[in-house]
């Protein structure tokens, strides 16, 4: 349903991960060129599975529970993604490879903030539908 505030979430989750890291460098070599995500392949497979992840809970609106499990595993992905990112920024020899960082390295973070936030509106549709069910 996209009139629920938790499908908005997840669809700029999944803007976030799927749509903007096409566009944004991670960040700028010492040569002056931008690095995207697209040239390295573990990136290109976790930043996939964590769109996929959206995509999938977006269309699982009527199982609350099912849904709510499926972000948390998609901020999981995005957390080991943030790792990688910072990992491969602060350990390649000295930073000489890494010459200006951009700001697709940020974008985990702000998918992990709206998948916290759409977990929070699911639990509260959970909870309301739970003291509905108590008053029959």
Do not use: C, H
Not at 18 to 41: E, N
Not at 44 to 66: E, H, P, Y
Not at 106 to 114: D, R
């Amino acid at each position: 349903m996209i009139q629920r505030i938790q499908t908005v979430y997840l669809f700029l989750a999944f803007a976030a991960t799927g749509i903007l890291m096409l566009f944004v460098p991670l960040w700028t070599t010492s040569a002056g060129k931008p690095f995207f995500f697209m040239q390295d392949q573990l990136y290109t497979v976790l930043l996939g599975l964590t769109t996929m992840l959206s995509i999938i809970s977006i269309i699982s609106f009527k199982k609350r529970q099912n849904q709510f499990v499926l972000n948390r595993l998609n901020i999981i992905l995005n957390l080991i993604l943030l790792g990688l990112f910072v990992y491969r920024s602060l350990n390649l020899s000295g930073g000489t490879e890494v010459s200006e960082k951009g700001i697709g390295m940020f974008m985990p973070i702000v998918a992990i903030v709206l998948l916290v936030l759409a977990n929070k509106a699911i639990k509260k549709d959970e909870d309301l539908v739970k003291s509905v069910d108590r008053l029959r």
